[in-house]
């Protein structure tokens, strides 16, 4: 099965700085991948997502990279803001030999924007 | 378009004793999917349903089991409670579930065992 690891587990940095999480995973078979939002007490969210025939997708300061040789995934976060604060989880679909639908997620990201 | 739905959103239980967790998808939404969320595991995947078929299953002892109705509702239950199955649990609902449908998380259930 599918198996995903997340770095850092923790990141803090200065409002306007950019924030990049990195994630990586083991079945080749995966073709989605998406990221989710957690505030505080809140449910995860998604942000954005990739699915493996594109290498690059942004959305305003957020953007996603993936290396399907390398197995490797990145979210980027420009010009962060007190409000971008937060839990982050990558994820992708579970190749499986076919089945569809389940994500496993990463352990997720801390991150803290000082103002 | 109302968002997906958990009851109850607190319990509190003993260890040994059962409990039930209800999950209400966004109507049109065909598939469930069930996550238990702890600080030290993070989010990790029970069970998916799709029209009233458990598709997929994680690596969780058979004491979690579940369900689905023909309305797509949904249903966890948790047999003979651990201390350690203190966690949130979370549903997700997503219209096919197949790679690149998005899957909405509800509220979420926190469970505590005592």
């Known amino acids: 099965g599918e198996n995903v690891e997340q770095h850092p587990s923790t990141l803090s940095v200065q409002e306007g700085d950019s924030a990049v999480i990195k994630c990586t995973y083991s079945?080749?078979?995966?073709?989605?991948f998406p990221w989710y939002k957690q505030e505080l007490g809140k449910r995860p969210q998604l942000i954005i997502d990739?699915?493996?025939?594109?290498g690059e997708k942004k959305d305003q300061r957020i953007a996603v990279t993936l290396n399907k040789t390398a197995k490797h995934f990145s979210l980027h976060i420009t010009e962060t803001q007190p409000e971008d604060s937060a839990v982050y989880f990558c994820?992708?679909?579970?190749?499986?030999?076919?089945?569809?639908?389940?994500?496993?997620f990463g352990k997720g990201t801390k991150l803290s924007v000082k103002p | 378009k109302a968002g997906v739905t958990q009851t109850p959103r607190y319990l509190i239980k003993t260890r040994g004793q059962q409990v039930t967790l209800s999950c209400s998808p966004i109507?049109?939404?065909?598939?469930v999917s069930w996550y238990q969320q702890t600080p030290g595991q993070g989010l990790q995947f029970l069970f998916e349903?799709?029209?009233?078929?458990?598709?997929n299953k994680g690596n969780f002892p058979g004491r979690f089991s579940g369900r689905q109705f023909s309305n797509s509702r949904s249903e966890m239950n948790v047999s003979t409670l651990e201390l350690g199955d203190s966690a949130l649990y979370l549903c997700?609902?997503?219209?096919?579930?197949?790679?690149?449908?998005?899957?909405?998380f509800g509220p979420g259930t926190r469970l505590t065992v005592l």
């Open positions: 990739i699915r493996s025939n594109v």
């Open positions: 994820a992708a679909i579970d190749g499986n030999g076919g089945s569809q639908g389940n994500l496993i």
């Open positions: 349903y799709f029209s009233e078929t458990q598709r």
């Open positions: 079945d080749s078979a995966s073709n989605y």
């Open positions: 997700a609902s997503s219209f096919v579930s197949g790679p690149g449908d998005e899957q909405f």
């Open positions: 109507s049109g939404h065909r598939s």
